[in-house]
């Protein structure tokens, strides 16, 4: 009796960590491929209208599109968003948050983050922004041109970029799905990017 | 020992039950979708322009009311957003979108309405997975495709074009998106739209 309980206990621990694994708060994309860790990220381009504070901010011109690779960040937090995703929706102010937290640290100089509205146009991003007072620059991509070179992931999703020798980015951490905890991921990046 | 094993074994059911409970509506969503292939981006004859006046309706809604054209006009402009069916991918992403541009309809003094071909039980069942709308959503299921067929956007497998109508205050329709159905509408032309009908006089 007391080894079936038992049995009974591990089964349930199991069923339970097995339903949190698979619940990944996420819009799903059909044949989406991230790129792997450790490849270079392509220089798409930034697309859509920037407040002149934040193209500043980046080193970039206010009107696009901009190479990503012109982007002066030592570390490039690129999220992957949509305003139609209501895991986007959700998780906006925790990023916000994370904006916060980088600024908190005194890592703005060296961390920068952005956001790409797969399939979004400019005014779908100017919606999404605004409702959510997003402090940091985000794009357009409303015909999913950067979405299919950057795998067709879903959202949201992050990959996060190290500048590397050729002043190219790296990829050094990709993440599918909310972050609910902007110090833990804040953490992960730091080590990840060898900061 | 008995007992401490029992213990053991209630608390880990109790987490597992927790564990799944946590799932929330959008995860749910995300994982009822009916794949679909790729489809004919058109598959109708449209049967209204703009400048014509738009078809009367009178539909069942998903709070038990009517949703009708006469209950707009003279009081608020109207945008009709047709779509093809519900628990199919593009279909459940385009109106939690929506969600986060309730101001923008408001400010320009526009009702907006979400219409498909499904029955009331179903599209209930897919907007509460979507975590519920602000904007009222209707029933053209009966006679099927009644309205659809009026405006010329019932597609000859039964369902509905990916379809927005800006209506004005006359009854007018003023803005028509007959969309690739595999693909969401840009928000942008139809606001501007809406803006242009808000601003006359």
Redesign the interface.
């Known amino acids: ?2 080894r079936f ?2 049995l ?3 089964l ?2 199991v ?3 097995s ?2 694994a698979l ?6 994309a ?1 044949g989406a491929k991230p790129l792997p860790v450790g490849t270079a990220f392509p220089d798409v381009p930034l697309i859509g209208p920037l407040q002149p504070a934040l193209a500043a901010s980046l080193g970039i011109a206010a009107t696009g599109p901009t190479p990503i690779n012109t982007v002066d960040a030592e570390v490039l937090v690129v999220e992957i968003f ?6 986007c ?2 998780e906006a102010p925790t990023i916000n948050e994370l904006h916060t937290l980088i600024d908190k640290r005194g890592l703005s100089g060296r961390i920068k983050l952005i956001g790409i509205g797969a ?1 979004n ?4 991003v100017e ?2 922004r605004k ?1 959510y007072n997003v402090p940091f620059a985000l794009f357009s991509d ?1 015909a999913f041109a950067v979405h299919q070179r950057i795998g067709q992931v879903g959202t949201p999703f992050f990959y996060v970029l190290r500048k590397n020798a050729a002043k190219g980015y790296d990829i050094v951490l990709t993440h599918l799905g909310v972050i609910h905890s902007p110090a833990d991921f804040l953490a992960t990046i730091t080590a990840k990017a060898g900061m | ?2 007992r401490f ?2 213990l ?2 209630l ?3 109790l ?2 039950a ?3 409970a ?3 509506n ?2 749910s ?2 994982q009822n ?1 009916f ?1 679909v292939p790729h489809l004919p981006p058109t598959d109708s004859v449209l049967a209204v322009a703009v400048g014509s006046p738009m078809p009367d309706f009178d539909l069942p809604a998903l709070d038990g009311s009517r949703v009708r054209l006469a209950d707009t006009i003279g009081k608020k402009n109207l945008v009709i957003s047709f779509v093809p069916a519900a628990w199919t ?1 593009v279909c459940s ?2 109106w ?2 929506y ?3 309730r101001d ?1 309809f408001e400010d320009n003094d526009t009702t907006l309405v979400g219409i498909s071909v499904d029955n009331l039980p179903t599209l209930f069942a897919w907007t509460r997975q ?2 519920g709308l602000w904007f009222p959503v209707a029933s053209d299921f009966w006679p099927h495709g009644g309205l659809a067929k009026k405006l010329g956007i019932l597609r000859s497998d039964g369902t509905a074009e990916r379809a927005l109508f800006l209506v004005d205050k006359k009854g007018m329709i003023r803005f028509i998106d007959v969309h690739d159905i595999n693909a ?1 509408p ?3 032309p139809l ?1 501007e739209a809406m803006e242009k009908v808000h601003a006359e006089k």
């Open positions: 009796m007391k309980l038992i009974v206990a591990a349930a621990l069923a339970a960590a339903t949190q619940a990944v708060e996420a819009s799903e059909p949509s305003m139609y995703c209501p895991f929706q959700r399939g146009s400019d005014t779908e919606i999404f409702k409303s | 020992m008995r094993a029992m053991a074994a608390a880990a059911l987490i597992a927790t564990a799944g946590t799932e929330t959008s995860e969503l995300a979708i794949q991918p992403g385009q939690p979108g969600n986060i541009a923008i979507m975590g969401r840009d928000l942008g606001l």
